[in-house]
Nanobody
Framework: VQLQASGGGLVQAGGSLRLSCAAS????????VGWFRQAPGKEREFVAG????????YYADSVKGRFTISRDNAKNTVYLQMISLKPEDTAVYYC??????????????????WGKGTQVTVSS
């Protein structure tokens, strides 16, 4: 499965961005998808996850109420809408899939395929 994350950029604190994760396979609609991020000098951390149907979502406490994960299976795409961005949100953001279809809840080792990241930089 090839995944392509896009939508990153430079934004001021308080601003918003929408990331997209597009997949190469139509079976993408059967996979759980997670967004993770890695800041310089830090370990990769979980951000948000969504089940294959979109019916279940899960968020890291640090982004609850500010980030929203959603998916459009007809377009083989998962989105991460980010609002009220903070400088501490600065990181490379990655999307990954769980072939079982369950909603990812934080364990990056359980993800099966990863895409290349997209840089998000939030200036203060």
């Amino acid at each position: 499965v090839q995944l392509q994350a896009s939508g990153g950029g430079l934004v001021q604190a308080g601003g918003s961005l929408r990331l997209s994760c597009a997949a190469s396979r139509r079976t993408f609609s059967t996979y759980g998808v997670g967004w993770f991020r890695q800041a310089p000098g830090k370990e990769r951390e979980f951000v948000a996850g969504i089940s294959w149907s979109g019916g279940r979502t899960y968020y890291a406490d640090s982004v609850k109420g500010r980030f929203t994960i959603s998916r459009d299976n007809a377009k083989n795409t998962v989105y991460l809408q980010m609002i009220s961005l903070k400088p501490e949100d600065t990181a490379v953001y990655y999307c990954a899939v769980d072939l079982s279809g369950v909603v990812p809840r934080g364990d990056s080792t359980g993800m099966d395929y990863w895409g290349k990241g997209t840089q998000v930089t939030v200036s203060s």
